[in-house]
């Protein structure tokens, strides 16, 4: 009897040992009961073919400030829009991305003239400025450091100036008007030129023309000056009198001025009709600071304006320029745009009405 009570203990222990290592087992599985196990907050890479897992949102803490009120222009805090820190940060042009990509030759060439169809300069570094009186000219891959009114000019009766790659600046101090500077790229002709990847500073007025393609330039650190009749010169990143026959394009630039309002700013992207209406003129995706405004929209007769998915950047002021990131905006005017632009911080940016 004593055996029989024995031997059944030992079965009932046994059966116990075994339960206990199974549910081990699925547990070591599974992953329940270990805390090492629980699911990471940090989504994990995805292989090929195979969707990505969604992103887990924190809850918003109930300690959080409230965000600052919108400056002029601005609408207030939009939770589908990203913040952007800086240019380079946010895909936008600047000193790593623009520029010459290749070793240069210095050319002491002083103020020099271009006359020849076709001609391509790659590679120099020129000490002076060019002024272009020939078709189809390009200048890629190079230097300029000039001390003349400009850096590039083309002249009017010529067309197919291409600018690319090409760092653009100038002696504060020792230019012609009253020691300033006031061009990089001027176009005087009678068509669009293409200027792009270049790193552009110091001039006043960088890129003027009333019709162009400028992509994908930086322009910076352009330095105030009073011109010959004492006065400061207004400053802008690019600048347009209106008037002009063919389109302008500014798309995907990094366009700031840092310059005081009171020593001439005026805008990031100033399209003003000086020499008659502003139309046919697209400002898509760019970077824009700075000015008494960053952008001056043409004015009340301006058309065909388009301003699309551009950030206003605060780096400089709060409403991205001195008074506000727009004015001179036609609302009314015919095929005029003004789609998806936002302060740098998210918030939406709308013109005044």
Request: charged share 15%.
């Amino acid at each position: 009897m004593l055996r029989n009570r024995r031997r059944l203990g030992a079965w009932l222990l046994a059966a116990v040992v075994l339960v206990v290592v199974l549910v081990l087992y699925d547990a070591d599985r599974t992953g329940v009961g270990d805390p090492k196990a629980a699911p990471s907050a940090t989504p994990s890479a995805t292989l090929p073919g195979t969707a990505a897992p969604a992103p887990t949102t924190a809850a918003p803490s109930p300690s959080a400030s409230p965000s600052p009120p919108a400056p002029p222009g601005t609408g207030g805090p939009s939770p589908s829009a990203s913040a952007c820190t800086s240019p380079g940060a946010c895909g936008y042009p600047d000193a790593n991305s623009t520029g010459p990509r290749i070793a240069l030759e210095r050319h002491d060439t002083g103020n020099m003239s271009v006359k020849k169809d076709g001609t391509v300069i790659k590679g120099w570094d020129i000490r002076g400025s060019l002024d272009i009186y020939a078709n189809d000219v390009t200048i890629i891959d190079s230097r300029i450091t000039s001390t003349n009114w400009w850096g590039v000019n083309l002249r009017p009766g010529f067309s197919g100036l291409k600018v690319l790659h090409t760092t653009i600046t100038a002696v504060p101090g020792k230019g012609p008007d009253n020691g300033g500077v006031n061009y990089a790229v001027s176009n005087m002709g009678g068509s669009s030129i293409e200027v792009g990847w270049c790193d552009i500073s110091v001039f006043g007025n960088a890129l003027s023309m009333g019709q162009g393609n400028l992509h994908d330039n930086y322009v910076h650190d352009l330095v105030a000056f009073r011109n010959q009749g004492g006065e400061w010169q207004h400053i802008d990143a690019v600048i347009s009198g209106g008037g002009n026959k063919g389109r302008l394009t500014i798309r995907h630039n990094t366009l700031l001025n840092s310059t005081p309002v009171d020593k001439g700013a005026t805008a990031a992207v100033g399209l003003f009709a000086d020499t008659g209406v502003v139309s046919s003129v697209v400002v898509e995706d760019n970077w824009l600071a700075g000015g008494a405004y960053a952008l001056y929209g043409g004015g009340p007769g301006a058309t065909g304006i388009q301003v699309t998915g551009n950030v206003f950047s605060t780096q400089y002021h709060p409403a991205s320029g001195a008074y506000g990131p727009v004015t001179a905006w036609n609302a009314g005017g015919a095929g005029n745009v003004w789609k998806d632009n936002r302060m740098s911080d998210g918030r939406p940016v709308e013109p005044a009405s």
